[in-house]
């Protein structure tokens, strides 16, 4: 399912116009991301958790040119489905 | 420390920045993430801009053990959910990091690399003797002229010591006095004059093997460097360079003379020339030190036997062998690329328990590389396996120099 028949689906089931919905998951994703830039995490009831994760730098060897490099240190976001959701699939 | 945000929260922050009501805003974020759950029931995958994609991956159905009870059991296959945040949100999520990047290390970045990389600039003079001079057979006074190898750290001498386990190239070096007995009588009064005492364990590498050819330059530079090291002690060095020179052409002119005389002259010529080089190191202060440095090297060195009865063998053997070891090597298995031929059956070995290759290598050849000819020998198969009773065939070798 792909963004426009995602947003289609949500103005149906929510009865706002697809404009709105549109907008107001452009409010929702800003929301997010402000969240996660505080290094918050979301939990969401019977879907999930949104975790932002500290990975710390290490040293990459390219195998087949056995170059090394140095991998910066990192925030990651990563999301663990709840047990809810992992049943229902 | 860490902040928790629930459904009510993202609500509370729509109404912020939307003009909606709270149940509005309520209901909207509930339905997201419904719908999020709905579609992935029924899809593989939905993608939410600004958010990222969600993907139902299959794990197929696999066998495992009950960790209490240890009952196997099988885990069914099911779906798992995957997500992976869209570059926008995880640039924006990575902004406290983002100005660094990905940095290709060269060789040299670690400071432990630095501190090898340093002693390598200071010896190199050790090195190259090391190294050029292995091959040749003749140069024990050009090694012994140079006092800076002794002065440089005492890195360079271990390796070369290592070297000389190869038990059979010691009796060579009872033959190189033997083609060197004029010049070496010469070369004893520049070592003395040389201030550097202890050329011993160079001495005894060098002497094992160096081409001649090859040496003259490099034993030059060896000199001309270890001059510029010393330059406090002696006004004239100059001198010591001449001499040194000098010596290294006598050498190379008794070298030569010595490869021309046929073998026969060598034969006759082993048992005089070992006494005579002792006498003259005897007659030496400084050699007398080689001597008992030599001397100790062997009690150190497991080698010692096994240089002893190399010893005792080359004199008969050794010119004997030059010419048909070649054909005698034809009869045994070959290691390929071994500094040395498998020639004949030194001893059989009767393995014990507690019994290893290796360690029968390390006591017959000082070496626990040898193990190699052990095994090339007795055409093992699997080395690691052998048994109780087993007879193990010693190789006598030859080096191929």
Avoid at chain 2, 182 to 199: D, F, G, L, R, S
């Amino acid at each position: 399912m792909n963004n426009k028949e995602f947003l289609n689906e949500l103005s149906k089931r929510t009865g706002f116009s697809a404009k709105e919905t549109a907008e107001l998951m452009a409010a929702l994703t800003n929301e997010l991301a402000e969240q996660f830039e505080e290094e918050a995490t979301v939990s969401v009831m019977g879907f999930g958790n949104f975790e932002v994760k500290k990975k710390l730098e290490r040293v990459l060897i390219n195998p087949s040119t056995k170059q090394r490099m140095l991998v910066p240190p990192k925030m990651v976001l990563t999301f663990k489905p709840s047990a809810t959701l992992k049943e229902k699939l | 420390m860490e902040k928790k945000v629930y459904l009510p929260d993202l609500a509370e922050g729509l109404i912020r920045r939307k003009e909606i009501g709270k149940k509005e805003a309520d209901l909207f974020v509930r339905t997201v993430f419904e719908l999020i759950v709905d579609a992935l029931t029924t899809e593989q995958q939905v993608k939410v801009k600004g958010v990222g994609t969600f993907k139902v991956v299959t794990v197929d159905s696999r066998e495992s053990v009950n960790v209490n009870t240890g009952e196997r059991i099988v885990i069914s296959s099911h779906g798992k959910v995957t997500f992976s945040p869209e570059k926008t949100l995880s640039d924006r999520v990575n902004k406290p990091f983002a100005d660094f990047e990905t940095v290709v290390l060269n060789d040299g970045t670690r400071t432990e690399d630095m501190e090898r990389i340093d002693p390598v600039i200071e010896v190199p003079v050790e090195e190259t003797p090391a190294v050029e001079e292995t091959p040749a057979v003749e140069e024990t006074p050009v090694v012994g002229e140079t006092p800076a190898v002794e002065e440089t750290p005492v890195v360079g001498e271990t390796p070369a010591v290592e070297e000389t386990p190869a038990v059979e190239e010691t009796p060579v070096v009872e033959e190189t006095p033997v083609v060197e007995e004029t010049p070496v009588v010469e070369e004893t009064p520049v070592v003395e004059e040389t201030p550097v005492v202890e050329e011993t364990p160079v001495v005894e590498e060098a002497p094992v093997e160096e081409t001649p050819i090859a040496e003259v330059p490099v034993s030059e530079k060896i000199v001309s460097s270890s001059v510029s090291k010393e330059p406090k002690s002696g006004r004239g060095w100059l001198f010591y360079f001449f001499l040194f020179v000098l010596a290294v052409l006598l050498l190379l002119g008794g070298f030569i003379l010595g490869r021309k005389t046929p073998v026969l002259n060598q034969k006759e010529e082993v048992a005089p020339a070992t006494t005579t080089t002792k006498a003259d190191v005897s007659a030496h202060e400084e050699t007398d030190t080689l001597k008992n440095d030599t001397l100790m090297a062997e009690a150190k060195s497991p080698v010692a036997n096994a240089t002893q009865a190399a010893e005792t063998q080359v004199p008969e053997s050794q010119p004997v062998s030059a010419q048909s070891v070649e054909e005698r090597a034809a009869q045994y298995p070959q290691v390929k690329n071994g500094e040395f031929w498998i020639v004949g059956i030194k001893a059989t070995h009767i393995i014990e328990k507690g019994d290893d290759l290796s360690k029968l290598a390390l006591e017959h050849y000082g070496n626990k590389r040898m193990i190699s000819y052990i095994i090339k020998m007795n055409r093992l198969r699997d080395p690691s396996h052998i048994c109780v009773g087993q007879k193990i065939e010693l190789p006598e070798l030859v080096s191929r120099q």
